[in-house]
């Protein structure tokens, strides 16, 4: 049975639906690492995909009937890449944590995302968001530090160009400062009692690495941490 809203003659699940497709995707950053991704297709696209997914250390099955050279490249250089020559079969979901549906066939991508949605598979189909339960975000990347980008499936455009903008503005040396701040982690908590005393730590060592256009080595945020802040 049906519930109306008042004086809409629309159903309480219909109206819920359409509140809850226009809300933007909450962007949550997960461990991909030893999960199962499925490509459906072997062009510049799903090449793209599988680029762009290759430093986070999934397993990725890429299936389809012709491979671009550009993934049988990857595949010789990422042992976690296996390329399967055939089309796709609703056996190559098996397993799955995400699919990617990038074939040049709209109903095999059609399939493909209904059989995910069935299965509780997160399934992203290119170029069709109304398919997607996912959508693939648009990446800055230095190491460890990640930033992700979303239109909703509006313009990509526009946010490959935010993208640019974001890129330009971070330092290349950020990727390595992180990395040395997260080795120290462990000793400013110990050597700090309150979270005040970190913050200021962490704000004189990210300001000095500023001044220098580089990241402090371990040795130099060390010396800051017992000569610069050391406790009474």
């Known amino acids: 049975m049906l519930f109306s809203g008042a004086g809409t003659g629309d159903s309480i699940c219909e109206r819920t639906y359409e509140t809850e497709r226009n809300m933007a995707y909450f962007p949550f950053f997960i461990e991909l690492e030893g999960k199962q991704c499925l490509v459906a297709g072997g062009g510049d696209v799903a090449f793209r995909k599988i680029r762009e997914l290759i430093p986070f250390g999934v397993s990725i099955r890429v299936v389809a009937p012709e491979i671009c050279e550009a993934i049988r490249e990857l595949e010789a250089e990422y042992p976690k890449l296996t390329i399967v020559c055939r089309g796709y079969e609703e056996k190559d979901l098996e397993g799955m944590f995400f699919v990617i549906a990038a074939t040049d066939d709209e109903q095999c991508n059609c399939r493909i995302s209904e059989r995910c949605r069935q299965r509780r598979i997160l399934v992203n189909v290119v170029d069709d968001k109304d398919k ?9 990347k230095q190491g460890d530090i990640v930033a992700g980008f979303s239109s909703g499936g509006n313009s990509p455009a526009l946010i490959k160009g935010l993208r640019r903008e974001l890129q330009e503005q971070i330092p290349e040396y950020y990727g390595q400062l992180n990395a040395h701040l997260g080795q120290l982690r ?14 200021q730590f962490y704000r004189k060592v990210i300001h000095r690495s500023r001044e220098l256009s580089r990241a402090l080595s371990v040795p130099e945020m060390e010396e800051i941490l017992h000569k610069g802040f050391t406790q009474n």
């Open 132 to 140: 997607c339960s996912f959508y693939f975000p648009s990446l800055v």
């Open 186 to 199: 462990p000793a400013v908590k110990e050597h700090f009692d309150t979270e005040e005393q970190r913050k």
